[in-house]
Structure formats: C-alpha cells, structure tokens
C-alpha cells in the first residue's frame, strides 16, 4: 500500500512515472488474486446472508432479512460480548508477555537477536491445532504439570482445562507471536540515545520507560494489538478443545452454522453483522489514533 | 494416539476451511430422484479413491488389498458428514464413500450413488442372508445401493475408582459425586436424543414444545457438566472426564486398547433407551473405478479382514462369521456388543426436513450458548 503512495507522491519525472506503471504491472496479480479469492467470496457471504436454505439443504439465495432478525438475539449478544471480552483479554496478556521479550530480545539480545527470533517464530509453523492438543496433554486432570505438582506436594491439583482461562490461555499462547514481531521491530528501530538522555534528565528507569520508551514504541503495539485481537475474536479452536460448558465463542457460533446447523445464510449473516461490528469498533479506534498520533 | 472416532476434532478442524465447497454448491434447482445407476461389475478399472474418516480401516488390511488387486488405494478423509456431503455435492469424485445412514437416505434420493449388484459380491452371504436386518434396512430399501459397515451404539462411560453411585440411566449424566467432571457429546444428535430419551420423547423430535423441554433439561445439566467434547476417548484417558456421555467402540478402544488398568472403566447403554445407529459402503454415482469399489466392498467383507478392521476400530462390523470375535472381543462389557436384533429400534438418527434440523440447530445453539 504505501508503494502506492508513493508512486501517487513522485509523479513529476519520466523516470518515477515508469516505476509507476511497473508497479502498477506488479500490482496487478495480487489484485486479481485479492478479487478472486477475497472480495469475491466476501460478496457470496453477503449475498448469501439474505438467502435461504432449500427443504434438501441447499444453501439457496434468496432476498431475505429473515437471517438478520434471527442475529438479533439476546443469546447471540451475549456470545458477542463474551468473545470481545477474551479477545480482550487475550491482547492485555499478550502484551504483558510480548513486551518484555522484545525488548530483551532488541535491547539485550547482541549477536543471538536473529537466533532468538527464530526461536519464537519456528514454533508457530507447528499447526496451531496441533500445539493446542499439546497443551491438552500438558494440562489434563492427570497431564504432566498436575503430576508435576502432585509428586512435588505443592498441590493436589489444579483443573486447569476446561476454563475460561484455558480459553484465553490458548489464544494467547496462539497468536502471541504477532504481538512480539511488531514490538521488537519498533523497539529495534528506537534510538537508544533516547533512553540515555531519558536517563540523563534525571528519570529513573521506570519513568524514562513510561515517558520515553512506550511512547516510542506505541505504533508497535497498537498494531500487535490489532493483529492478535482480531484473529482471537473470530477463534473457534481455542473454545472448542480448551473451553468448558459455557465458553462457546462467536466463531463456534458461525462455525455451527455452517455444519451441523445446516444454515449457511444464518452463518453468512452473522459473518456480516460480525464484521459490521468490528468495523465500527475499528473506525473508531483508527480515528482515536489517528488523533493522538497528531497530537505527537 | 487413535483420535475419538467421530468426534475426530484433528481432522474436523484441520479440514474444516476446506470442506466448504464453491458456490457451485449453492443451488436452486431441486435434486433429482432418479432411478439408480446401474450396478458395476466387480473388476479392476484402476486405483481405488477411497473418502472415509480419518484412521478408520485397519492399515493392513488396505495393505493386503493393493497387493492382492495390484492398485493403489489414494485416501482422502472427511471429519464430518456435513463436509462428506459438502465435498461430494461440489462434484469431487470418489470410488467408495462410507456414510451413516441417514446420509444414505439423502445421498440415495438425490441421484449421487449407484446400484450394487449383489451377485457381483462374492461374500455378500456374510450380510444379506435369510432373516438380515440388512436385506432391507430402513434407510435403504432392499439394500440396493448400500452394504452394511458398522454399527454404533452411545451410552455412557465412567469411570469406576471415581464414581460408585451410577444407575443406568441418562440421569447418570447429572451425577453428583462427577459433579464438574461430566461430558457430553458436542453432537447436536446425540446431545438432543439423550434428553429426549430421558423425556420419553423420539430421538429425532422436532416439535417446538418438546424441544423446549429438551432445551430445559439441557440447560439444567451445565451445573454439571465440564464440557461438550466429542474427543471422548482422550477425555477419559487424561483423567478429565469420570463420567462421559460416549460411542461405545471409542469406550472398547479406551478399556481394551488404551487403559493401564481396563477396570477402572465401564461403560452402560441406559435404560431409557440408547441411539444404534450404522454406517455403510457407498459408490457415489459418478465414481471413475466402480468396478475397483465393487472389489474392496467384497474383500472387506471377508470375516478375517472384518475381525482385523473390528480388533483395530472396535465396533462391530455385522459380517455373520465375523461377529463370534465381537462378542469376544466385548466379553467383559456387554453393554457395548450390539446384537443385530437391536437394530430393530426406533432409536435411529433419521433424515429430517431442512426446518426441523434447524429448530434442532436453534435450541442447540442456545443450550452451549447459555
């Protein structure tokens, strides 16, 4: 996106308006492939959001606004809020974690920077499927940390499983990394110098962090913060091997839909009325931003 | 570790963004309900596509099939009926198929499976014989287009150095000393048929005040319950679960094959009344090597290849020489062997219209939203 930008910015020689074009030629494949694939399976749920379904079954279209009177539903709001607050959650965490490991890593890391990166991100190649049954196995009634705990005589257990914590613990321990990739790359950008003269103007280093450092890095973080809650909130796995009775999330809402509940055109509205939500959320956070980012 | 068989949650979720076909599944036109397509002879026409759950046929026994035939048997796996059916509607293309059987019924009326010849079926004796069940099962008249696979029954499992106070119903599901430690099936058929059986209503109700009442009870069980999970064999093997509303071949996998000590574990088929069920061997109409299919129906009918599928699946395969080593294999917990006289039930998932399966859809959702 910014490539374009640019382009549109240096308009003025023979020579950029080539590049222009030559990027505009690059940008014709992943335009067509964001149409095919993204904009063109969006319109279908839209579109199928008003349909039906055929008495075989069929997800039919249809003009319909029979999907979005039956969104509108006390139980459906209540799963909204229920999975904004475990997104929520799940982003507080995350940077609670994220935070302090890139800045070890960028500030302390030296010549391992590279390595240790590495050895964050190799372990989300793993399927995330797969990682959140490992943490079944950990964490069973009778895995290894409760007999860890048990032989040890420091508890006679704990029901980790099956929480809601358990939830929010696999989101987190699922979409972390894209929280400590955008951290450390603002961090790795910061100018020292400017922790130094922090320190320098008297502050200890708690304020030169609150007044230097977190400031400095906030465009980081925000979009940490953007890249893990959005993916959190729309989760089904998480719910569904790690959750309890009552921790059902929107994604297992939608996901039903298109399975047993055999009622795409509900899922589709859901979908819709989701991401409407979101939309609104997310404009308004732009915006709130947007504002603080003029103020600096 | 053999993932729980239907609930298989690996393949389900893996699977799950590709089990949504194109928009060439969305449709106007009504489905056809023509006559079947002939019947193939049973010969090599080339290499057998084989769609199934995942884990599902013993390995040796494929093994023994592409050595004896001298075709390879290319494997894809489906985590669910919906996506079986989802991948077959968008027109993929697949030599033998293996559907429950009220998916028989729908796959059957809308023109996607072809006849079975069964003089073509050498061991075809060892289920169609005087006085089968499955000469002519209900979801398939005269058993033109299916051969019967397996059959399952859903009780309940528990474990018995935790739990001593079971009574042999549902009700066991709202037991106080597994207060917490209670699962049900995350299957809308299942978890609904086990309130109506408690009810005394039909296992496919969907009659909005009886789904309220089902709703109720639903409901009323979450102080219980840990959980709705259908990965039921790990559940219990990890300790989380002491009582578990299960399929009774995951139980038998779980005592026989899994557990250090089997008799810590039972399992009982309530007396309400229990969902029996059975899965069966399709050819989709448009199958490129029917006549490869035709020869792996028949050769999984042998008994000895049936005993091998059953000692790795543990249910019961309803081969007539075959079904002594079930018993066997299910002595010391009666309560999963099925006799082929309790088919005759009326406890069978049927095929429902679209607005009733999605009343059932409705309070489901509401009971694991609430």
Redesign the interface.
Same mark, same amino acid.
């Given at each position: 996106m910014t490539t374009v930008e640019q382009g549109d910015v240096h308009t003025g020689t023979r020579r950029s308006a080539q590049r222009t074009s030559l990027w505009g030629w690059l940008l014709a494949l992943p335009t067509a492939w964001m149409v095919t694939f993204f904009v063109s399976s969006m319109a279908?749920i839209v579109m199928?959001s008003f349909?039906r &379904? &055929?008495?075989?079954?069929?997800?039919?279209?249809a003009a319909s606004t029979a999907n979005y009177r039956a969104i509108w539903n006390e @139980?459906?709001l209540?799963?909204f809020l229920r999975s904004l607050l475990y997104a929520l959650a799940t982003v507080v965490i995350s940077a609670l974690i994220a935070y302090p490991v890139a800045y070890a890593i960028a500030l302390h890391g030296g010549r391992y920077k590279n390595a240790l990166i590495a050895a964050i991100v190799v372990p989300f190649f793993a399927?995330y499927?797969v990682r959140m049954?490992a943490w079944?196995?950990l964490l069973?009634?009778?895995?290894l940390v409760n007999s860890g705990l048990r032989a040890s005589g420091i508890s006679d257990g704990v &029901?980790f499983?099956?929480t809601p914590w358990a939830v929010v613990g696999g989101l987190v321990y699922g979409f972390v990394v894209f929280m400590i990739l955008p951290v450390y790359a603002s961090l790795e950008r910061l100018d020292t110098s400017l922790i130094e003269a922090g320190k320098d103007l008297y502050h200890g280093p708690v304020r030169t962090f609150v007044g230097v450092t977190l400031p400095a890095t906030r465009a980081g973080l925000y979009g940490g913060a953007l890249l893990v809650f959005l993916p959190a909130l729309g989760d089904f @796995?998480s719910a #569904?091997?790690l959750?309890?009775?009552?921790t059902?999330m929107m994604g297992?809402?939608v #996901? #039903?839909?298109?399975?047993?509940? #055999?009622?795409?055109p509900?899922g589709s509205a859901l979908t819709v009325g989701m991401m409407a939500a979101l939309t609104v959320l997310m404009v308004a956070y732009l915006r709130a931003t947007a504002t603080r980012g003029g103020e600096r | 570790m053999r993932a729980s068989r239907r609930g298989v949650l690996a393949g389900g979720l893996a699977l799950g963004a590709t089990t949504l076909p194109g928009c060439a599944y969305i449709r106007d036109d009504v489905p056809t309900r023509a006559p079947l397509p002939a019947s193939a002879r049973a010969k090599v026409d080339g290499d057998l596509v084989y769609f199934n759950w995942a884990d599902y046929l013993a390995p040796s026994v494929v093994k023994g099939f592409q050595e004896e035939y001298g075709v390879k048997v290319i494997e894809s796996n489906y985590d669910s009926m919906e996506g079986m059916y989802a991948k077959l509607a968008a027109g993929n293309q697949y030599d033998v198929v293996f559907p429950i059987a009220k998916w028989v019924v729908k796959l059957r009326q809308e023109g996607k499976l072809r006849a079975i010849d069964h003089a073509e079926l050498t061991n075809a004796d060892q289920v169609f014989y005087s006085g089968s069940y499955f000469n002519d099962p209900w979801y398939d008249a005269g058993s033109q287009a299916s051969v019967p696979f397996t059959v399952y029954k859903t009780g309940v499992g528990w474990r018995t150095d935790r739990v001593s106070t079971m009574t042999g119903s549902w009700k066991d599901l709202w037991n106080d000393e597994a207060r917490g430690r209670i699962f049900t099936l995350d299957d809308q058929d299942e978890a609904l048929a086990m309130a109506a059986l408690l009810l005394g209503y039909d296992v496919n109700t969907a009659d909005p005040g009886e789904l309220d009442d089902i709703k109720d009870v639903l409901i009323s069980q979450k102080d219980y319950l840990r959980a709705y999970s259908s990965d039921d064999i790990n559940n219990m093997v990890a300790g989380d679960a002491w009582v578990h509303h299960m399929w009774s071949g995951d139980f038998l996998y779980l005592r026989q094959g899994l557990a250090d000590d089997p008799t810590t574990f039972d399992f009982e088929s309530p007396s309400e009344g229990a969902p029996i069920n059975s899965d069966a061997y399709v050819i989709p109409a448009n199958a490129r090597h029917p006549g490869t299919a035709m020869l792996f129906i028949d050769y999984l009918l042998r008994p000895e290849n049936a005993v091998t599928n059953m000692n790795y699946l543990y249910y019961p395969f309803p081969v007539k020489d075959a079904l002594p080593a079930f018993a066997d294999l299910a002595k010391d917990v009666p309560a999963c062997n099925i006799e082929l006289g309790d088919l005759e039930n009326e406890n069978v998932f049927r095929l429902l219209d679209t607005d009733e399966v999605q009343r059932r859809a409705a309070v489901w959702t509401e009971v694991k939203a609430s």
């Open positions: 279908l199928l349909g &379904t &055929t008495n075989d079954g069929y997800p039919a279209f @139980v459906y209540e799963l399927s499927l049954y079944k196995a069973s009634d009778d895995g &029901t499983l099956n @796995v #569904q091997l959750g309890g009775a009552s059902y297992n809402l #996901q #039903q839909q298109f399975a047993e509940g #055999q009622n795409w509900l | -």
